[in-house]
């Protein structure tokens, strides 16, 4: 048992950090660039690309947003298994009329993002993003399908679910 307390018990003088070849990491620390950031990072990237593609239309001060509309999930896509794809695109298609939206999307990501990426790792953050954007694309469909009757085409576009979730993932970690 003595044994057992000489390497259980880890002194003060014994931490890497006290010792004299101990230097921090300046900025990011070693290793690969976590999840989070490449998210971030890939959603900035789509939002430039909608920002570059975005054209004049027809008539003068309408804009077209085809790209963003392209990747954006629709009601009409639960009938059409084909479009599928666009329950995960749409978490990385924000509002290319302002920069609001990706804005605080993004930085709550960063955040909150983070800490939880530290509990779970690089390939679960990105499951969990993943599936939560998928599964908030399909609870706003079948919302849509179901229990909204509108008249114009609406179409849903954002990581605001997936970013939700984790900032839940975050609350419930650190309660206090």
């Given at each position: 048992?003595?044994?057992?307390?000489?390497?259980?018990?880890?002194?003060?003088?014994?931490?890497?950090?006290?010792?004299?070849s101990?230097?921090?990491?300046?900025?990011?620390?070693?290793?690969?660039?976590?999840?989070v950031t490449?998210?971030?990072?890939?959603?900035?990237?789509?939002?430039l690309?909608?920002?570059?593609?975005?054209?004049?239309?027809?008539l003068?001060?309408?804009?077209?947003?085809?790209?963003r509309?392209?990747?954006?999930?629709?009601?009409?896509?639960?009938k059409?298994?084909?479009?599928w794809?666009?329950f995960?695109?749409?978490?990385?298609?924000?509002?290319p009329?302002?920069?609001?939206?990706?804005?605080?999307?993004?930085?709550?990501?960063?955040?909150?993002?983070?800490?939880?990426?530290?509990?779970?790792g690089?390939?679960?953050?990105?499951?969990?993003?993943?599936?939560?954007v998928?599964?908030?694309?399909?609870a706003?469909?079948?919302?849509?399908h179901?229990?909204?009757?509108?008249?114009?085409?609406?179409?849903?576009?954002?990581?605001?679910?997936?970013?939700t979730?984790?900032?839940?993932?975050?609350?419930?970690?650190?309660?206090?």
């Amino acid at each position: 048992q003595g044994q057992n307390w000489q390497v259980c018990a880890m002194g003060f003088h014994d931490r890497d950090y006290n010792q004299d070849s101990f230097e921090p990491s300046r900025g990011f620390p070693a290793g690969p660039r976590m999840m989070v950031t490449n998210l971030v990072i890939l959603n900035a990237a789509v939002f430039l690309l909608e920002l570059l593609l975005t054209r004049e239309g027809l008539l003068p001060g309408k804009k077209v947003f085809w790209f963003r509309d392209m990747l954006a999930v629709e009601p009409e896509v639960l009938k059409q298994p084909w479009l599928w794809w666009k329950f995960v695109t749409h978490g990385f298609a924000h509002d290319p009329r302002g920069l609001g939206h990706v804005f605080w999307n993004m930085f709550g990501l960063w955040i909150f993002g983070r800490d939880v990426e530290t509990i779970y790792g690089r390939r679960e953050i990105l499951r969990i993003y993943v599936a939560t954007v998928i599964l908030g694309g399909l609870a706003w469909c079948l919302r849509e399908h179901f229990f909204v009757q509108s008249d114009g085409r609406t179409i849903l576009i954002g990581a605001s679910g997936a970013v939700t979730a984790i900032v839940l993932l975050f609350v419930f970690h650190y309660p206090k």
